[in-house]
């Protein structure tokens, strides 16, 4: 089977390029929007990670000069993990446009 000679193909080399360059730019563009859409999944799809926060506050007051000031610091670790939101994160997901 590989020493047989293969077949002609159904169009010519110029057929070829005029089609190419016919549909060349819608091409382009759809795969733009499909690129488009898998990102836009993607971050719908986001909202299921936990979110992990880290705040920090620093206060020094006082009615005298410093050094005798009060002073407050206080670091918050705060993590939240969604795990239901009145299916709002599954309607969005449904609603996004999905590249097939």
């Given amino acids: 089977m590989d020493t047989l000679r293969a077949p002609d193909l159904p169009i010519t080399l110029p057929d070829a390029i005029s089609r190419a360059l016919e549909q060349g730019?819608?091409?382009r563009v759809a795969r733009?929007?499909?690129r488009a859409a898998k990102a836009f999944l993607k971050g719908q799809r986001g909202?299921?990670?936990p979110v992990i926060a880290l705040d920090?506050?620093?206060s020094r007051f006082d009615t005298k000069?410093?050094?005798s000031a009060a002073n407050f610091s206080s670091l918050n670790l705060g993590i939240?993990?969604?795990?239901?939101d009145?299916?709002?994160?599954?309607?969005?997901i449904?609603?996004?446009p999905h590249p097939e």
């Fill in 80 to 84: 939240s993990l969604p795990i239901w």
């Fill in 56 to 58: 920090a506050n620093h």
């Fill in 86 to 92: 009145n299916g709002q994160r599954e309607l969005a």
């Fill in 94 to 96: 449904k609603q996004a």
């Fill in 65 to 67: 000069v410093f050094p």
């Fill in 32 to 34: 733009a929007n499909e």
């Fill in 25 to 27: 730019p819608d091409y």
């Fill in 47 to 49: 909202a299921y990670l």
